[in-house]
């Protein structure tokens, strides 16, 4: 599994157990840990942050619209 399939999934894990569309990096993290993620958590930020997130500067060859940034640490589901 990708790390971006692995994020996906633990999002929608994340906000399933919220009443609003918001997360941080924080949740995604410790949601990869525990279910043994393989992927570092500096390679964790850099896709919440930047390559998965549409609102990002452009500074990556393949980004996906995934997650919008509505302020500093939290972002949301982009549906």
């Known amino acids: 599994m990708t790390c971006r399939n692995e994020i996906l999934k633990c999002v929608k894990e994340i906000l399933n157990q919220k009443s609003n569309n918001e997360f941080t990096i924080q949740e995604v993290i410790d949601c990869m840990r525990s279910k043994g993620t393989k992927y570092k958590e500096s390679g964790i930020r850099t896709h919440v942050t930047s390559r998965l997130c549409s609102n990002a500067p ?8 995934d997650f919008v940034r509505t302020d500093r640490g939290i972002y949301r589901l982009n549906k």
Do not use: G, I, K, W
């Open 58 to 65: 452009d500074n990556h060859a393949v980004t996906y619209p």
